[in-house]
């Protein structure tokens, strides 16, 4: 629901230690999810509350036979500059595994 925070235990080996938490900005139901996060923010003892937050989109389209899905984020601008290329590098590396593991998932129960 729009304007809800969503909490949860990251399990990715090696970041066990984080907290997940985002705000949910849009719901449309078979097109569109959105959500505000505080990106790379893995450092447990750095408060990164007061910092701007990143804004992901991810679209759901028809295209051909099928459903195209567009993952963006974007607002990487305004994260603080000492912390801006590792959050981007990060994120990077983070949605082309996630990404892949969609494809995967999408495959099998095809």
């Known amino acids: 629901m729009p304007g809800r925070v969503s909490r949860g235990q990251i399990t990715y080996p090696g970041y066990e230690h984080i907290k997940w938490e985002a705000i949910v900005q ?7 999810f959105s959500f505000s996060w505080h990106p790379c923010a893995i450092d447990p003892n750095v408060d990164y509350s007061g910092e701007p937050a990143t804004l992901v989109e991810f679209r759901l389209e028809p295209k051909g036979g099928g459903t195209l899905l567009t993952l963006t984020e974007t607002g ?13 590098r990060s994120n990077e590396a983070g949605w082309t595994e996630q990404l892949s593991n969609i494809e ?7």
Do not use: G
Request: glycine share 0%.
């Open 76 to 88: 990487f601008d305004a994260i603080p500059k000492d912390r801006r290329f590792e959050a981007y």
């Open 104 to 110: 995967r998932h999408v495959k099998r129960a095809a």
């Open 26 to 32: 849009k719901m449309e139901p078979e097109r569109l």
